[in-house]
């Protein structure tokens, strides 16, 4: 994990396509290559991706919990104040594991966002809603879609959600939220799969929530480091996430319902799912590597072949997105790049307008960073995987130095598709 | 003769894991008939993860117990019934690989000391936590 | 006052050419733009003093020159002079416009351009032949410049090309008004006095085939054509928005002028010939458009295609058509220069030309969504779109020679449908589709840049919602025109009646 050492000189050359990458990933490095650009880039984008973040977690949360089967969920990104206000695990004072030294509660920057938007005024909620001068959930809501979609990639919590217990806990909730009224008691009685169907959908927004509750003071700090010039590699970035990952590991993944003043546990903690199997590595195969091919300017035509066959072989994750074409990366990633649009730091608009067309491409600029930093984050999930699986990186042994080798051809190999970008970002000038 | 917590209490270079099978509460179901196979790792092993990785497992007991049921096997399975197998179904569920060739490893860990008897049991002493996936 | 547009742009250009001061690029693209400016504005004065009502030249000046030889400075106005003076004074000041701000030898380039508008000018206003002929030759030598310094790949191929193909056109020009004038048995080369000589019809045939010879090259008809697409090609964009939007109008000037207006009974006994010509010009150039792998010689492809409207109005002679190819002349002019200047700032932008390099430029982030857009605009003006000019003045031009050549017109008709597929073909594969990542990192395009194009597009768009503003002022000129010749005269009449009906109708639109 935080091995920095050379390769044993025991393994000869790989012949992997990627081979400097490769080579890269055995020294302790990242797939992205350790420039200070890069580096500056990375954790800028971090920062600007953690402050949506922080909306994303908490609204995630809140529809799970409190939003629940609502018929009609028109103020479902309408948060409450409540989960607003509610402390982060792993931020804050009360923190029993505190990640970042920030508070626990929504981020400043965020909260002054809220309340005027884009357009730096004072609105109703409503007309910022409407007018998209807000957080855009709809992100959110498409990632939590594809940890959904692609269930074969979570097998044990989703086969968890079609068990006598879920269903048993579900109906309770499901019970006690359509209390007096016969309405939707009555069609839950008649299509009660509908129902169900649904609440499996919500534990899966808990699934996501709970899991960039994690992520979010994660990047914080890690921006916070680099300001304070305690963070000045990208291989100390990519370690961080790796002891960021394996810190949290064993976090509980669960789905809590609140009605009224009552708790219903749909997936109680004592299930003991846990946030590396059960969020964090799903969500970086659905969203990092799958996800859907996205609705945007780009159409696919499946009859012809250009969608595969199978599920996992889709490939439309940020690590193969074409982000030129504004919308054919798919209508959901251009929602976050102009959400983080919002948070860029300082240094980080500097840069943009620095390059290419400045001011007027910022939103592709931005997203080939995300891009990169996402390379990032897949590599400390490559290497906290070597860890817990494999070897060290200075293992005597030559036999498990193969074996790493291995793995981390394995991996690699799935950016040996055309459209996967891991060539693109060695360049400084993909931008 | 010993059982397999006795035997752990007892050794020495095992305190973490008698603290964590505490946690995790399973003190009963490793003292009980069994058998069982366990591969328990050391301090050391322990002390390998990153830093926060146990405090956070042994604060969720339920996710703790599920690492630690990863280590143990239903029945008896000395190293040479061992060697005729290519993984274990753990407790856990998930199948443990092994390889019993000029050493014995257990995953990405390696037994380094194999075939300890208790009444209930069997323990092989290995240098890494073993993790699913 | 018509002097002006002739000295006006002469002047400016023996200043800066020759003034000795230090000019910056920009400042000499400034002073060059300031004199086609004056001299746009000296277009927009003549308009307020334009008769109307007078079928005949208006504004006439006359100095005696070479009395001997029967030259003279003799200069006026009538309806179809007026339309391709200002012409060529609008896109003097755009291809100024979509001129390089860091061109090389700025103040050698411009002054050529002002020396070219300025005599294109005097060509359109002469009254004499042989000031027509001297000056169309004259023009010969600042356009071979223009092309072989400023040009692109095989520049100094294609202007030669062009010096010989124009001066064996000018060769022609010369013998057909050197005939008429020793035929008609005059030595006085003005052009009243060219129009009263009688010269047996058999004769005129002749004569008017060999200025058709002379002039078809200049426009071009195939099969005389093939220096065109060199030509334009390896042109700049200003330059080529000049020979395609001015110089070529001197062909169907001329043509219009000279052959139609001194030869009318042979021109009518030609007529059938001429419009099957004109439709082979069409489809030729449409189906070669088609096949380009090259906007820009894609563009230049159907600027040969377009002319032969031009041609098709002239040979149906009926007022209408008349109206249409004068009306036709102009909006080619207009499309071209437009299609010209986007294609350069395309070719500028992404460096290339290729239809299977180009993509996704509608992109709004990386690509140039705004030049794509106007892209799309005048290629649609060009297929002839409704709502745009190029809708009004093609079906002008076959509303009035339909009833006169039917088929030669369907065909043309076929020859619009072939236009939309090629700029189908240009806009599907420039502006749709994705960016590629390797190679989408292009310049911004500056305002500067989009001027010429707007106000071009501003142009075609507004006569063609608009049309009357276009068509009244050549009207009674084409009038006098089908005059000329009395047999077709119950016709023409005829036709005069639809004429203003569709003309209304083509207002409504």
Redesign the interface.
Known sequence: MTTTIATAPTLPASTHQFAEVIHRLEAGGSMLPDTPDNLKQIIGIYKAYAVPMDFYWRDLLYIAEKVFLNPLPAFKYFISKEYLDRQNAYAGDQASLRIWRGPGDAHPELREFMAKGESGRKLPKLLHHLWHDRVNMEFAEACMDAMLWHEDINPTFNAYLYTDEYIANSDRAIRAYFKGNPLMLGLYKLFPEMFLEQVRRLSYYANLGLFWEVMAPVFFEMSDLYDEGKMTTVPEAMDFLVNGIFAIAGRPIYHHVYIGDECYEIIPKSQGFTWLYEAALPYVEAVFYRTAPFRG??SYNAQAGQVPDDQKDFHYGILYA?V???G?AGIPPTLLMQDMLHFLPDYLVEEYQQH??GE??M??QLGITFQRSMYNVTSAVIQALRCALLYPLDDPNPEHLKANRAFFEQQIDRFKRPEARLD?IQQQS?? | MPNIVEIAVSTEGFSTLVAAVQAAGLVEALSGEGPLTVFAPTDDAFAKLPPGTVQTLVDNPPQLARILKYHVVAGRWAQSDIAKEESLPSLESSPIPVRVNSAFEVKNATVVAADIEATNGIIHVIDNVILMG | MLSLLIWLPILGALLLAFLPIKLSATNARNAALAVSGASLLWTVVLFTRFDLGTASFQMREFIAWLPLLGLDYDLALDGLSLMMVALNSLLTWIAICSSSTTIERPRFFYSLMLFVSGGVAGAFLAQNLLLFFFLFEIELVPLYFLISVWGGEKREYAATKFLLYTALAGAFIFAGFVGTVWLGGTLDFSYEQALQSEIPLPTQIVLLGILLVGFGIKIPLIPFHTWLPDTYVSASPPVAIMLGGVLAKLGTYGIFRFGLGLFPEAWSALGPFLAVWAAASVLYGAVTAIAQKDIKRMVAYSSIGHMGYVMLGGAAFTELSVVGAISQMVSHGLILALLFHLVGVVETKVGTRQLDQLN?LL????GLPLISALLVLSGMASAGIPGLVGFITEFLVFQGSYSVYPIATLFCVVGTGLTAVYFVILINRTCFG????ET??YD?VTNGERVPAFVLAAIVLTLGLQPSWLVLWSESTSARLIAAVPITQTAASLQLETSRDSVNDGAHL
Do not use: C, E, H, M
């Open positions: 300017t780009k074409d030129f074409p504004v054919s290419s067309r007027d491409d939103l592709i693109d993909y931008r | 996704g992109n709004p982030l990386r994705r960016l590629d990542n989408a990192y911004k």
